[in-house]
């Protein structure tokens, strides 16, 4: 039995395919495709695992979503949708030399990944390497819309929010919440109308 490091809650499996380092059938058919499991991730054996940094930002945007659009996202916990990554290898620094995937690498996966979204109505690609999927993508899923946004990581979300209005913030929790904020609103500003 698998829990949410986040909000304890228990994630629901059908069979030992819908959890994996990399990812995760969850129920509601909207998925967040991020880049690659690190080592949290291969640590635990599923993805966006952590309670910190990806994991807990993620975690944030997902509740938030979920106030703001729930036509949409009906769930409050990040394994209640399907989760997947661009790369199904785990990288990071100390066992490969580097974080992601090569852009050909993930290229070669774009099957697969057409296959685990089938049944989305809506795919959140999160960050260079999941956005360069997008053109296989569509010519592989019909009916479905796409959103884009930085990945939920912190390095991602202080490299596209920075400056103005996270400048004047006085304290890191406060630009947290407020590029977590960003990144929500930024989604939202992609979905169809009327869901």
Request: contains cysteine.
């Amino acid at each position: 039995m698998k829990k949410c490091s986040t909000c304890g809650k228990v994630i629901e499996l059908q069979s030992a395919e819908d959890l994996k380092v990399h990812y995760c059938r969850g129920k509601v058919p909207v998925a967040f495709v991020l880049s690659a499991p690190g080592s949290e991730e291969g640590g635990a054996g599923m993805p966006v695992a952590g309670s910190k940094g990806t994991g807990a930002n993620l975690e944030d945007c997902v509740r938030l979503l979920s106030e703001m659009r729930p036509d949409w996202f009906p769930g409050t916990c990040r394994y209640d949708y399907r989760i997947t990554n661009a790369s199904s290898e785990v990288e990071f620094k100390a066992m490969t030399g580097r974080s992601e995937a090569s852009l050909v690498e993930v290229r070669a996966r774009i099957g697969e990944v057409v296959a685990e979204l089938d049944g989305c109505r809506l795919v959140i690609l999160c960050g260079k390497r999941a956005q360069s999927l997008l053109a296989g993508l569509k010519s592989g899923i019909s009916g479905v819309a796409f959103a884009c946004a930085c990945h939920p990581g912190v390095r991602g979300m202080t490299a596209t929010y920075r400056g103005d209005p996270f400048r004047g913030l006085m304290n890191a929790k406060d630009r947290s919440s407020a590029r977590i904020r960003t990144w929500v609103e930024d989604i939202c500003r992609q979905l169809p109308l009327g869901e």
